[in-house]
């Protein structure tokens, strides 16, 4: 890493490692964490990659061991609703980690600070740049991981649904001999490589249509049902 960090940002980093519980030898892995492509060369990409695959792990064998006698199909679905985007999101917002972001001046326009994708993304370099500061201490860094997700562990259970939106919807409507969902592509917005899709869909018998958005089509459509879900189960 060839970059420098001015006394200010340093700074600014150090309120973030508190809130991580976890200090950086080197502040320069937590810098690239946080540095989307839009703003250097110098990106997070490849720390978002290893952390990706590091927080999966770290999941994965906590959930062996706090449900020792579930089927793999539970493990993996309660896995997934930890790991998935909005999770991530959220834990990046509960660690204030929007604001420490490096974003291009296009993502800063648009809100890239606020956004899910960007935010999830950020957690996961951060995971990797700690794994290689650390040395590659697996315990380490599986101890702060673990805080992170701390409450969330404590609630999930095997027993609640873990399917995503589409598919609860998707089942609702089976259950009350409906049609099934129709989704339409309203707009997508931005440059090839950072776009936003904006979709909607309707749901039988019901006169309004259900909008939702994200960075990719399969997000927002996720969105939409998750909208027309709550909407149904308030109707109930």
């Known amino acids: 890493m060839l970059y420098r960090i001015e006394a200010v940002r340093e700074h600014s980093l150090q309120t973030l490692e508190l809130a991580l519980d976890y200090g950086f030898q080197n502040v320069m892995y937590l810098d690239k964490a ?3 492509r839009s703003y250097s060369s110098e990106h997070n990409e490849r720390l978002e990659y290893l952390g990706d695959a590091i927080l999966g792990m770290i999941i994965a064998k906590k959930l062996f061991d706090l449900f020792p006698g579930s089927p793999e199909g539970d493990l993996t679905r309660m896995r997934s609703t930890l790991v998935r985007e909005t999770t991530l999101a959220e834990i990046a917002r509960e660690l204030k980690i929007g604001d420490k972001l490096r974003l291009g001046p296009g993502e800063l326009k648009s809100g890239g600070s606020r956004r899910d994708s960007l935010l999830a993304d950020a957690v996961e370099s951060i995971i990797g740049a700690m794994f290689l500061d650390s040395n590659e201490d697996f315990a380490l860094v599986n101890s702060v991981v673990l805080k992170w997700f701390d409450s969330r562990l404590r ?7 873990q399917k995503d939106p589409k598919s609860q919807l998707q089942e609702w409507l089976q259950a009350e001999h409906l049609e099934l969902p129709h989704y339409t592509v309203d707009r997508i917005t931005g440059a090839d490589n950072d776009q936003t899709f904006f979709v909607s869909v309707k749901v039988s018998g019901v006169e309004r249509l259900f909008k939702g958005s994200g960075t990719s089509r399969r997000r927002a459509e996720q969105a939409a049902a998750e909208s ?5 189960k308030s109707k109930d």
């Open 155 to 161: 609630t999930i259970s095997p027993t609640v649904n």
């Open 34 to 36: 946080l540095t989307h």
């Open 228 to 232: 027309a879900l709550e909407y149904l």
